[in-house]
């Protein structure tokens, strides 16, 4: 079987999304009597009318000589073909949930309007054709079902690497990996750790979406006096150095704003054996964390100093809450070779 993974490409971002397409076509090329590669179509989403130019190229396109397609991302799953299988990690969020909230770039005008409707309608064409459809988690699926009525199943990302994350020794710190940005706000746990005297520390490694982020952590840091509590280990790492860094963290802390899915920092961290620190409007993550798993926090300063507290001031507890985190991560059974299975299904 011959098998094209199609994603869309955002020139210099890597992210998640990125990851997961990577290790699916090597997982697939791992499958006896299968061959796979990965199709990434450049994309911008800005002006807000380069959207349909963007929609057309995907739908323009033809594949030959491939006998399954597995879409992940807007607008690469609109690619045409019979045997389309999609594993929706998120759809273009303006169309939808943020337009509603109130976020979109497309709800100022007229234009951006009727590009909305245009991608809602490809949306829905595209969904009807699909062979199966899977979503990588019950918020991506509950958003698929709201706004365009399409039912599904979960199947969730497994780990990349998750023999790299076998946890270690608790030290002093807590870790917050992954993309750095303001949506996913590294900027609180900062701010946090200022209204905490003592001596605990925060890592945050991870590559910056822009300059002008990395520069204002940067300056939080300088302001707040923190240069001796807070690393700031902006940049792409190899992953062994992400794996040390989790597994011998104290806790781990992802505060993103409505994730998808559980997130890959939190598998991570729960693979470690680690408790997380999140808050009340992270969305995907809530599936897992909890008070049983870690601590979810209002996402302010002061509640997530609170939070920080409880979670490092008893040591014993902490380590308690991480291998709870380990074992719910363990009962959920994630496993690659369940995800190929179902996706050539």
Known sequence: MKVLVVNNAAPFQRGGAEELADHLVRRLNATPGVQSELVRVPFTWEPAERLIEEMLISKGMRLYNVDRVIGLKFPAYLIPHHQKVLWLLHQFRQAYDLSEAGQSHLDFDDTGRAVKAAIRAADNACFAE?????????????????????????????LNDGELFT?????????????????KRQHLLIEALALLPGSLRLVIAGPPENQAYADRLTKLVEDLDLKDRVE????????????????????????PFDEDSVGYVTMEAFAAGKAVLTVTDSGGLLEIVSADTGAVAEPTPQALAEALDRLTSDKARAISLGDAARRLWRDKNVTWEETVRRLLD
């Not at 699909?130 to 969730?156: D, E, H, W």
Request: glycine content about 12%.
């Open 232 to 255: 700031l280990r902006f940049g792409f790492h190899p992953r062994e150095d992400i794996a040390r860094w989790a597994n011998g963290a104290l806790i781990c802390a992802y505060l």
């Open 130 to 158: 699909c062979r199966k459809i899977y979503c990588n988690s019950p918020v991506t699926q509950n958003r698929l079902m709201k706004f365009n009525g399409v039912a599904s199943q979960v199947l969730y990302p497994p």
């Open 167 to 183: 946890g270690g020794e608790h030290g002093d710190y807590v870790f917050a990996g992954g993309r750095v940005a303001a949506g």
